[in-house]
Structures are given as structure tokens and as C-alpha cells.
């Protein structure tokens, strides 16, 4: 099949060109949107990624261009329009789980870094800098950590903390058996809000969860409590956070996810002037890290990522049945 791969990126290429033999892949850098889908003109799939933004629109010009196939090549499908898709009567396909530990291991990353500050360390040594003045953390050992989604990566994230010997509190439409069973105690958000020093979100961005962390929910919230984002932007509403960090009510932000990170992730503006006012003011405070939606960026789920896409073409081109099928 002749598959039109949307906003790739030089690793994109090498992991795909190396597990792909039956396909002929046309790899384009720009993100798919209504302007760019004529681009998939000739080719019967395309392929995506988080920030490909699929609404009616988009779909309507893909459909026009005789598309049957839309693969994401990530597990979040918070960006497309599903109801229009159906309609149309594309198939959704995506790669539900590649690798949770990476994402759940970056997570964790995020927490130690800002908590002892390895990072400042980092640059005031190589400027012969030694002294320990303001890099103070806190033993995460014993803390109450919060898990908000006990799905797959917050499974794993959990495990991780209980081995920190933290107590690990959850909030979950779904509780986890295995989780209790190791301690984990399920309760209701607010209350993991108020009792959490670090508070971590892996639940899916949908309309219940959109902007799940605003004034009311920070509010709750211990003075000084750590948040970590590594799920999808829209969790959190950017200004509310802003307006605790400047307060002081919140502690330290670690986000690897931005509600408007589509213009500016995985693309190097350096030299560019950044229109982005809200970045900007996140990038100034001292207690807040930022990475761009690398949490994935493993070299395991990089190859799990490829080799599941491939499959499922594969298999929708055989006409098989479909076990990663995205449904409305
Ligand atoms: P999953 O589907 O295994 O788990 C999601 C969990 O969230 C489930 O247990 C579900 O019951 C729970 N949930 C759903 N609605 C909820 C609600 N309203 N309140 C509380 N919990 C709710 O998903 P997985 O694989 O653990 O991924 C979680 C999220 O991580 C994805 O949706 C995606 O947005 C994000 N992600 C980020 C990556 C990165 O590179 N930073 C890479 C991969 C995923």
C-alpha cells in the first residue's frame, strides 16, 4: 500500500525503513491539517502523529482524495474527530500500547530532576560553580504521591514510586486490582488532590478530563505540591496554573505536554521569536520543566512503534481483522 506518513522526523524514517518490506511510504514533513491533506493525493492511507490535528475538515479533503486508512503512529486519538471519520468511513487504527515504561520513566525523570535539581547542577559545575546554595530537594522516600489514570503507563509509574517507598494514592474511573493489591489506595480526586505532595497525570484527554487541573481543582491542592505532566496538554488549563505558580501555591510544575504545543514541539525554533506568550512565562519560573513530548522517546517503543503501524496496514490492506481499531 502506498501510505502518505505525516510530519516525520528524521527517527521516523530510520525506524520505519527499517522494519518496513512491504509498503511504499511517502514521508512528508508537514503536519497534516485541511491545507496540507491534498499532499496524501495518490496514496490510499496516511499515517500520523499527536499533533496532526484530524477535524471534519481535514477529513472531509482525505476522504475527497479517496483515503481509507488513518494509522497513528501513537496510542492518544484526543485529536480527531471520530464521529466524521465514521461517517465517512475511514478506518482508525493506532498503536495502544508501545512502551509505558518509557513514558512512566520519563515521568519519574521530570520529578527527580526538579526535585534535586540536577539540572542547575549540571550547569553550574561546567562554569566551576560548586556551590550547593538553592539546589535543597526533598527525600521522595515517604512521600504521598498521587497517580491520576492507573492504565498502562500509570500501572507502571505507580510500581515505580512504591519502590521509591513513597505511599501512592489513585484516581481512576477504573480501579487497578493489582495496584490495590500492592497498597495502592483509590480514592476520590479531590482527596488525592488535597493529600498528594506529587501529584502525576495518565489519563487520556477526553471531555471529562479536559482541564482537570484549573483554579478550583489547584486550589485543593497542597501548597507546594509538585504536578507532572506527561499525558496530553488539554489536561491542564495553562492560565490557572500560571496564576498558582505565581502565587507560590504551586511548588514545581514538570510538564511534557503544552495544550499549544502544536506549533512549536518537535520542530527547532531557535532563532525564531517564540509567539507564545504562555511558554514564555512557563519557561521564566525557576521551579517549572519543560521537555517536548518526549516521554515515548525510547529506542524500544520507537521499533514497537513501527513494527505495530506496519502490522496494522498490513492487516487492514488483507482485509483482516483489526485489534488496534479506533472506534467512536
Ligand atoms: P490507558 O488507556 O492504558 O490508561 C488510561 C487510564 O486512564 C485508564 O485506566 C482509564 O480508566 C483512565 N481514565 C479514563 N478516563 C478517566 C477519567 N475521566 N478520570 C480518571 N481516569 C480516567 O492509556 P496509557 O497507555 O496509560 O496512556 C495514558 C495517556 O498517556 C494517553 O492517553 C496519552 O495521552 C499519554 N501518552 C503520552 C506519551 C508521551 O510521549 N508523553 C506517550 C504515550 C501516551
Redesign the pocket.
Known amino acids: 500500500m502506498r501510505i502518505a506518513f505525516f510530519s516525520t522526523q528524521s527517527y521516523d524514517r530510520q525506524f520505519f525503513n527499517r522494519f518496513n518490506t512491504l509498503h511504499e511510504i511517502v514521508y512528508l514533513d508537514a503536519p497534516l491539517n485541511a491545507q496540507t491533506a491534498a499532499l496524501a493525493a495518490g496514496t490510499a492511507a496516511v499515517c500520523v502523529f499527536v499533533n496532526d490535528k484530524l477535524q471534519a475538515d481535514t477529513l472531509e479533503m482525505l476522504n475527497l482524495h479517496g483515503i481509507r486508512l488513518i494509522a497513528l503512529r ?3 486519538y ?1 485529536n480527531i474527530d471520530l464521529e466524521s471519520a465514521q461517517k465517512l468511513g475511514i478506518t482508525i487504527v493506532r498503536v ?3 512502551s ?1 515504561h ?2 512512566a520513566e ?1 515521568a519519574v525523570a521530570l520529578i527527580m530532576t526538579l526535585n534535586r535539581k540536577t539540572h542547575k547542577a549540571y550547569n553550574r559545575i561546567r562554569e566551576g560553580n560548586f556551590s550547593l546554595e538553592k539546589l535543597d530537594g526533598f527525600d521522595l522516600y515517604g512521600k504521598t504521591v498521587g497517580v ?8 507502571s509509574f505507580a510500581k515505580i514510586m512504591l519502590g521509591f517507598g513513597c505511599r501512592v494514592l489513585a ?4 480501579p ?1 486490582k493489582d495496584l490495590q493489591a500492592r497498597g495502592v489506595e483509590y480514592m476520590s ?1 479531590i482527596n488525592l488532590l488535597s493529600e498528594s505532595k506529587v501529584i502525576s497525570l ?5 471531555d ?2 479536559h482541564h ?1 487541573i484549573n483554579a478550583e481543582t489547584l486550589s485543593v491542592m497542597q501548597r507546594g505540591a509538585m504536578l507532572i505532566n ?3 496538554g488539554g489536561l491542564i488549563n495553562t492560565a490557572d496554573v500560571i496564576e498558582a505558580l505565581k502565587k507560590g501555591h504551586l511548588g514545581y510544575l514538570g510538564i ?2 503544552y495544550e499549544q504545543e502544536e506549533n512549536l514541539f518537535f520542530y527547532d525554533r531557535s532563532g525564531e521569536l517564540i509567539d507564545d506568550d504562555d511558554i514564555l512565562r512557563l519557561i521564566s519560573f525557576p521551579n517549572v520543566l519543560l521537555t517536548s ?5 525510547t529506542e524500544e517503543a520507537l521499533i514497537q512503534i513501527a513494527i505495530t503501524t506496519l502490522g496494522n496496514i498490513t492487516d487492514f490492506e488483507a482485509g483482516k481483522p483489526l485489534e488496534n481499531v479506533v472506534s467512536g
Open positions: 501513537c496510542a492518544g484526543n495502544p500500547a508501545y509505558p518509557a513514558v520519563h491520576i489514570g492507573t492504565g498502562r503507563i500509570g500501572e484516581f481512576d474511573i477504573i487497578h480526586l495518565h489519563c487520556p484527554l477526553n471529562q478530563t482537570l506527561t499525558s496530553r511534557d505536554v513530548h518526549q516521554g515515548f522517546f
